[in-house]
């Protein structure tokens, strides 16, 4: 198991590694300048916080990739789906409703710099 | 005449296109008013965001209930993530007042409508019971006569075995398909897990499903989620790396894993190429439709 496991936890490390780069604070470094102060973990799970992001920035957890459009006219279909990718207003009426949720803020996202701030 | 409005979710419109494309297909074929529920957003995962705000999971998914109350139509998934969301939203805005205010007003404030009168149907059901095994029947041109293990999925278990699970295996048979009973049918793809165990997730999971594909020689691998067919995909990417590096041949890979629109678009009689079947396979399927032109 240990040998074989190598590909699913490097799968799993990469996506621990997306939510660094969206993480503005390091808690490791934080710790050092105030060694006495409670520490503020993300309320955002950090596996989860890729998705989160992306659910911010395009309303889906899944971005249309290049790869996607071509697929999708060579099945037949319209290149871009009928979801908020083509209707924007959806994505800015959800970005309305986080806010108004105080979403943003427990996850202390910031959704100008879109990064987590913890 | 019911109007029914699909809700893609986030999976499939660009990981299964030929999906999309396939449910299209089948849908018009069987002569419902079926189009695309426009605008919406991710259904929205309820494993994620019930347990870390369930007031913004409840508000967030009725937002999606909100477009079909504005689209005046049938809310249709075929995911079972989306529909579980979507059914269990709605389920909470009959029973909880509280809620219901909640969320009525959270909608109001971006201009939205409370979904009052909104369905919300599986595709499973609106295939079952809206459409009828017998129409199913009648519309199939040939049998497939192929042998699957199939993957149901955990939420679609949350009306009992009875129901969707049952529609789904019937409707299977009823397009030829002889269907594999395995050890494994009960387990979750693991879609979940990942985030917390991807190693049982990936190992103990998918690969354990479809291993067993494998040595019983089924054809394929049938499913109906979304949510589940995205953790097979990516295990299978996992998977095959892994046994590229070793020089192997990978088992797990070599099962296709097959929607159930698309088996019933070939029964029906379009063609692989109608619906763009070969494309952005997690599993390579021309074993599959070699057989299918055989027969």
Known sequence: MSERASGAKLHWLRLLKAAERLTKTKLSEEIQVHPWRRPLPSEAPPPAKPALARDYEVGLVYPVTDEAIEARAACGLPKIPPTAHLYRDSVYEKRRLLEALGVLKRFQFNGIERRFKY | MKRYGYFLGCVMPVKMPWAEKAVMLVAKHLGLHFDYLRGTTCCIRPGVWKPLDYDAWLTLTSYNLALAEEQEVVLVDSCNGCWISHYETLQELRENSEKREMVA?????????????????????????????????????????LRATRHI????????????????????????????????????????????????????????????????????????????????????RILRKEAEAKGELPKACSVPVVHLAELMALAFGYKPEDFGMQHLRCTPVDRLLAKLQGC
């Open chain 2, 153 to 236: 999925g955990c939420h679609a278990r949350k009306l009992g075995d009875d129901v969707l699970p049952r529609y789904f295996d019937e409707i299977l048979e009823a397009l030829g398909v002889e269907i594999i009973d395995t050890p494994y049918d009960k387990m979750c793809c693991g879609l979940l897990l990942f985030l917390a165990d991807p190693e049982r997730s990936v190992y103990e999971r998918v690969e354990r499903k479809l291993n067993y594909a494998y040595e019983q020689e089924a054809d394929f691998c049938a499913l109906i989620c979304s949510g589940c067919y995205d953790q097979f995909d990516r295990a299978v």
């Open chain 2, 105 to 145: 007003s959270y909608l109001k404030g971006i201009g939205k409508p409370f979904p009052e009168h909104v369905e919300v149907r599986h595709f499973l059901q609106v295939l079952y019971e809206d459409v009828g095994l017998e129409k199913i029947k009648r519309k199939v041109k040939r049998k497939l006569n």
